[in-house]
Nanobody, 121 residues
């Protein structure tokens, strides 16, 4: 089956930037959507951003729009999330997913293991 592996997480100060990557491996991938979700301690998983295969459809959660940018490189089977102007409330485990495309986590068939992002004040 398809495997997704996130990387690029870490600790940054408020106002800083971070770039996350999600590498897909396994069987040849179809023209599926990909998305980022995040989950803070004690809270439910929430939608961050989604992109379709051709990058003609992109959507962001209200809390991250104008600060985050989602992109993908299909030749490399890799999804990216550029995060700028980070805030302490962005602290969470970030997960990539393949399927959809949708803003609902229930639409995704494959998930990565997550990468921790911590933003200090």
């Amino acid at each position: 089956q398809v495997q997704l592996v996130e990387s690029g997480g870490g600790m940054v100060q408020a106002g800083g930037s971070l770039r996350l990557s999600c590498a897909a491996s396994g069987p040849s991938f179809g023209r599926t959507g990909m998305a980022w979700f995040r989950q803070a301690p004690g809270k439910e998983r929430e939608f961050v951003a989604v992109i379709n295969w051709s990058a003609t459809y992109i959507a962001y959660g209200d809390s991250v729009k104008d600060r985050f940018t989602i992109s993908r490189d299909n030749a490399k089977n890799t999804l990216y999330l550029q995060m700028n102007s980070l805030k302490p409330e962005d602290t969470a485990v970030y997960y990539c997913a393949a399927g959809g495309p949708s803003q609902s986590q229930r639409a995704y068939d494959y998930w990565g293991q997550g990468t921790q992002v911590t933003v200090s004040s």
